[in-house]
């Protein structure tokens, strides 16, 4: 039998998301799962904003994560490894808040993302039929270079995150071939510095209809030499739990890879894949 985890996935302590620790892990059990870490969102530059922030107060709901966290390992020991864990948004933005942010816990595996460029609002909210979609994809792929470079990381979360929302706004998938070279100079820095490539498998259940990043991509980072991939499906309600991680699966085998790869104390521990599956 293939051994499923999910890498990626919000409670309630995230303010998009609905579930609490506790249903997600018994949702994860029900799934045939062995392992979860709930990575909730901690946008690194907002905590400044505490109670304020249109996200919520990161002062108080990380922590809440991490014991709601800490408790089902307790509570599910048997059952389920529960691993304890953060997707800590923007870390290059402001470097004391990101700090403060890994100071929250005592994090098994941290997700690093790039939700919005340095003086944008979240992809999500961006309209691009009145910004030049190019420019923002040139900008993104710049500062998750840079973002490949922070030390304090193990895993690169939902690469090419935009075209979900560029997609939807404009009506189709735009090129990436401008950008190879910077997807490139990504992979190197991940390779150099021992970092993992995250698949993100939302995208198959939205329009992309594709792992983030998509097959091609992730056949280019095996090509350059990439080893580490851990595979979430950033559920934010605990039927999504463990959803698509099988597909994931399935194309990072077409990419090339034998195996993913979990975190215990920041810790890669391999899986194989199991050709028998
Ligand atoms: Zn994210
Ligand atoms: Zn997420």
């Keep these: 039998m293939m051994k499923l985890c999910d890498f990626h996935i919000h409670s309630n302590n995230s303010f998009d998301a609905e579930n609490t620790v506790d249903e997600i892990c018994r949702s994860a059990i029900d799934k045939g799962l062995f392992a979860v870490a709930i990575t909730d969102h901690c946008e690194a530059p907002m905590i400044k904003d505490g109670e304020n922030c249109e996200f919520g107060c990161f002062d108080k709901l990380i922590p809440s994560s991490v014991n709601d966290t ?162 979430g499906t950033d559920a934010h309600s605990s039927d999504m739990v463990g959803r698509g991680i099988k597909e994931g699966i399935e194309t990072a085998r077409k990419a090339g890879f034998d195996r993913y790869v979990y975190y215990e104390a920041h810790t890669p521990v391999l899986v194989p894949f199991d050709l028998d599956d």
């Design 70 to 231: 800490l408790k089902a390992r307790e509570k599910y020991a048997d059952t389920l490894s529960v691993f304890c864990g953060i997707e800590l948004g923007e870390p290059m933005h402001d470097p004391e808040s990101t700090s403060k942010a890994l100071g929250y816990g005592d994090f098994d595996f941290v997700l690093a993302s790039v939700h919005n460029l340095r003086n944008f609002r979240d992809f999500y909210y961006l309209d691009y039929s009145k910004t030049d979609y190019n420019e923002i994809l040139k900008c993104y792929f710049d500062e998750l270079a840079e973002t490949a470079e922070f030390p304090f990381f193990d895993s690169l979360a939902h690469l090419t995150y935009p075209l979900r929302y560029i997609s939807q706004n404009i009506g189709f998938i735009p090129s990436l071939n401008p950008f190879r070279n910077r997807i490139d100079d990504i992979f190197k820095i991940l390779i150099r510095n021992n970092k993992s490539l995250e698949i993100n498998v939302s995208g198959l259940f939205k329009n992309l209809n594709s792992t983030l990043p998509d097959l091609e991509i992730l056949k280019r980072y095996k090509e350059l030499g990439g080893e580490l991939i851990t595979i």
